[in-house]
């Protein structure tokens, strides 16, 4: 089973500049909307093309919009031995938790996080 991680350590990590590989699985659209700027955006309909670009040489955590997507990416990878690490909550919790890792765009529409 792969492992999990609150949006709260998440944060942590990268407050601490810690060098991680994170990765964003929704779709375009929707990064247009909401993003962690450091995210790379490999969304869930290419991950299995783009598997390379995954640099696994860094600790990889794996997010998209509530964490039920990047949960299939982290057992898929795991398939692959590959090891990830699948953020809780993700985009929509740390919006509703106003955190600081998240650029909000002008494309944003509040009900893509209903």
């Known amino acids: 089973m792969y492992s999990q991680i609150t949006t709260k350590d998440l944060e942590k990590l ?8 994170l990765i964003d699985v929704r779709e375009k659209n929707e990064w247009d909307q909401v993003r962690i700027p450091m995210a790379k955006l490999i969304p869930l309909s290419s991950i299995e093309s783009r598997i ?10 794996v997010f998209c919009r509530t964490g039920w ?24 919790k ?7 890792i998240i650029e909000i765009t002008d494309n944003f529409t ?4 209903l």
């Open 52 to 61: 390379s670009d995954i640099d696994f040489s860094k600790p990889v955590y």
């Open 110 to 113: 509040p009900t893509y996080l």
């Open 69 to 92: 997507r990047s949960g299939q990416v982290c057992g898929w990878l795991e398939s692959e031995w590959k090891s990830a690490t699948n953020v809780i909550g993700s985009i929509k």
């Open 14 to 21: 990268i407050h601490e500049n810690t060098h991680i590989e």
């Open 94 to 100: 740390l919006y509703e938790d106003k955190s600081d």
